[in-house]
């Protein structure tokens, strides 16, 4: 294998997408390249991005699979099979996968979440609710992990975290960009690479 087959799932804006997509041009990311988008939401701005790079993209819904979690994964599963997909990232991506999905995939599924796991994750912290739970409970730094995705939500093995500092005029979406820029952006492209690099070796 000379670079290992990259497939990102989103569901909106990706700007976590740009910045893989722009590190496999400034060459951050050398050892895989992105084969395929999946979105779960079709108005995702996210797909705009993946086509203006010129990636194939998707779109797998949970409703055009009658609301059936495991039609859904299966739908997603044959996307992925059919590019040969080696590396999982989830960029964003707003729907929780089963056991059943991620059991196929061991250490093959990366996600970014915005905060230092194990603070502020889990079911129901995602996107603006989590700066939002860190303003509330007072916490005086927060952050970005990157970690690899198990059944447990949130739960899998942290590849890369970086902190950031919480200012005492932060809005949950002053932090949310700061955490993004500062954090998100950086360690999401040096751990794709780091695990793709693994992989190929
Ligand atoms: C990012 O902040 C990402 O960490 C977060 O949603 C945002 C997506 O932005 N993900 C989660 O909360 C997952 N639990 P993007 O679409 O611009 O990359």
């Known amino acids: 294998m000379i670079k290992a087959n990259i497939a990102v799932l989103v569901s909106g804006g990706g700007t976590n997408l740009q910045a893989l997509i722009d590190a496999t041009k400034s060459g951050i990311i050398k050892s895989g390249e992105i084969k395929l988008v999946i979105s779960n939401n079709a108005d995702a701005y996210a797909l705009t991005r993946a086509e203006n790079a010129g990636i194939d993209t998707a779109i797998i819904t949970k409703k ?9 994964e299966t739908a997603i599963i044959d996307k ?3 590019y040969n997909v080696d590396i999982i990232v989830l960029a964003g991506f707003m729907s929780i996968l089963s056991e059943n999905f991620t059991k196929r995939y061991p250490k093959r599924i990366i996600n970014v979440h915005p905060s230092l796991i194990p603070s502020f994750c889990g079911k129901g912290f995602y996107g603006l609710h989590v700066h939002e739970a860190a303003l509330k409970y007072g916490v ?17 093995e942290i590849i890369m975290q970086k902190a950031v500092d919480i200012l005492d005029t932060d809005t949950p979406e002053t932090l949310q960009k700061r955490v993004m820029e500062t954090a998100e952006w950086k360690i999401l492209p040096r751990a794709v690479e ?4 693994e992989l190929i070796k």
């Open 64 to 72: 055009d699979c009658g609301m059936d979690q495991n039609a859904f």
């Open 80 to 82: 992925l099979d059919e």
């Open 140 to 156: 005086k730094v927060t952050g970005a992990t990157v970690h690899f995705v198990n059944e447990i939500p949130d739960g899998g």
């Open 194 to 197: 780091k695990v793709c690099a």
